[in-house]
């Protein structure tokens, strides 16, 4: 399966140019114009734009590939795969949770939240406006999650989310037979393998063992969709950790092909 990548050059509402010197010439830039509004409504511009691009890919029987610069694309992800008439596993490779609400959030932070939502739970405006139909939370599973806020995990210990706190338990786990989307947040690495990300966790899997479990589930041959979220381009002085975690994207999608048709 040809891969059709859809590069979303923005953290949160705000632009991040440098992100878009990773485009190579067949990538689809999401760049819109923002209206004058709330950090809110500017996402679902984003995130609207890439629903449509995810199920086109799907349409084309292509492999839709978000590269954003935070984990709220994943909303518009989610959106475009339910359009398509998928409703996958979904496995969430992360430091943190994101699974805050307003209730359970020490900081307001919006980039603390799209699991959560994504789930049901908390903040809903991005996705009933994109139309988007919670994930059942079984299945979800967030693995690694090593740095949880206090109520924020508590609101996973009562929820019916997988939460496997060591990625190479996924080797062994039974994934049934459902498509798969994988969702992989760079920061879940150790830093000592990825320094530039701006919310660092100590500890966390080192690159190989990542590799390790992403060749695993590329040979499932079932996933349907993968989305990253960026190391910070500003910290990436020696271009490391983007080497790093591009050729970490690389085992992920397998065997698929890199470019598509016209």
């Known amino acids: 399966m040809q891969t059709r990548f859809i590069l979303t050059p923005y953290f949160l509402d705000q632009a991040l140019p440098a992100l878009e010197e990773l485009a190579e010439p067949n990538w689809h830039i ?13 996402m679902l511009v984003l995130h609207a734009a890439l629903a449509h691009q995810v199920t086109a890919a799907l349409d084309a029987n292509h492999l839709p590939v978000s590269i954003a610069g935070d984990c709220c694309a994943t909303i518009g992800v989610m959106a475009g795969l339910q359009r ?9 490779f992360d430091a943190h949770g994101d ?3 307003w209730e359970t959030t020490p900081s307001g932070f919006l980039g603390g939240m799209p699991l959560a939502m ?24 967030l693995t690694d999650g090593r740095d949880l806020d206090p109520r924020e995990q508590e609101l996973i210990a009562g929820s019916d989310l997988v939460h496997l706190s060591d990625p190479l338990d996924l080797l062994d786990y039974p994934l049934g037979e459902r498509p798969l989307y994988i969702h992989f947040d760079v920061d879940i690495l150790n830093p000592l393998d990825v320094p530039a990300v701006s919310y660092m966790a100590a500890g966390g899997p080192r690159a190989e063992a990542l590799a390790q479990v992403f060749r695993h589930l590329a040979q499932t041959g079932q996933i349907v969709a993968v989305s990253l979220s960026t190391w910070n381009p500003k910290l990436d002085t020696d271009g490391r950790s983007q080497e790093r975690c591009m050729n970490l994207l690389q085992e992920l999608l397998g065997a698929t092909d890199s470019g598509e048709d016209a």
Request: net charge negative; no cysteine.
């Open 118 to 141: 994504l789930a049901g739970l908390g903040e809903q405006t991005m996705p009933q406006a994109l139309g988007l139909r919670p994930i059942a939370q079984e299945r979800i599973i």
């Open 84 to 92: 398509g008439g998928l409703e996958p596993t979904l496995i969430w």
């Open 99 to 101: 699974f805050n609400t």
């Open 30 to 42: 999401n760049r819109q114009p923002l209206p004058e509004a709330d950090v809110q409504s500017r």
